[in-house]
């Protein structure tokens, strides 16, 4: 089922708009792609479990939600793009008929409107949807009425320093692109749509989500996989990437790798009264 959220035009969702169909063979199919994701997954299937309702934000063309749904999980998944939705529901109905999977299109500061779909067992958010949000506190606030005491939110945002990115473009000569994270803010733009991004710290979410949702725990995604734009000297180097994937599941926990990684993949708890 798809519906649709009636609001004013989200710059991110209008820009993703116009790359909605090609963004599966450009990153979702993409070797770096599938090695982030598969890294994302692990912790997913850890975190939710068949029979939970979870919410999706930022959901792009439902390959995250396809996953969770064959793990038994029932899914809200939002969007701020239209036409990512349009894919997701295409994608639903050829390869999923009978997933458990409700499409929508809203923006992640609107999910507020949603407290009449009761309350969910958990919230997910995947590769850096909620780092395009201008107030992250006031999501962090929406969450907080929506997800049952105990519940499990699993968020991936780009983190403010990837070791990956500097390297590489200050090989390439490029300084201002080699530290842009570190700012805490950029500009993004796909076409003429144009957004901010912003890079908050470990010590900004946990204020941010506070006091209702407590830190669990943080892995890094990408700490020695690249980040994806470069997937043109990944599929050169095949071999190369699959012992950078076999070095990022023995590393991303730790302490000081984890804070390096193209993302940072955190499970928050909602407290209990």
Not at 21 to 50: C, K, M, N, P
Not at 132 to 142: E, F, I, K, N, T
Request: aromatic letters at 8%; proline letters at 4%.
């Amino acid at each position: 089922m798809t519906s649709c959220f009636s609001g004013i035009a989200h710059p991110a969702g209008l820009a993703f708009d116009s790359i909605a169909e090609q963004y599966d063979d450009v990153f979702t199919h993409s070797l770096i792609g599938r090695a982030q994701r598969d890294a994302v997954w692990e912790v997913l299937r850890r975190t939710f479990h068949s029979g939970q309702q979870v919410l999706e934000l930022n959901c792009g063309t439902g390959e995250d939600a396809l996953f969770l749904s064959r793990l038994g999980v029932a899914v809200l998944a939002c969007d701020a793009s239209e036409r990512m939705i349009a894919v997701a529901a295409r994608r639903m109905a050829a390869e999923s008929r009978g997933a458990q999977v409700q499409l929508q299109v809203r923006p992640s500061e609107h999910i507020g409107g949603l407290w009449n779909a009761g309350l969910f067992d958990g919230a997910f958010s995947n590769f850096s949807g909620l780092n395009c949000v201008a107030d992250l506190p006031q999501v962090a606030g929406q969450l907080a009425g929506l997800i049952k005491p105990g519940g499990r939110l699993v968020l991936c945002l780009s983190s403010r320093v990837c070791l990956w990115e500097t390297v590489w473009y200050l090989l390439h000569g490029e300084p201002a692109r080699a530290f842009r994270r570190w700012r805490g803010t950029t500009t993004a733009s796909l076409g003429e749509n144009v957004w901010q991004v912003r890079y908050p710290t470990l010590r900004d979410i946990r204020r941010y989500f506070a006091p209702a949702f407590v830190l669990r725990s943080r892995t890094g995604i990408g700490v020695t996989v690249p980040p994806s734009y470069v997937e043109h000297v990944a599929r050169k180097h095949r071999k190369a990437l699959a012992c950078l994937e076999a070095l990022d599941r023995m590393i991303a926990g730790w302490p000081l790798s984890r804070a390096v990684g193209d993302h940072t993949l955190l499970v928050l708890e909602r407290r209990k009264p």
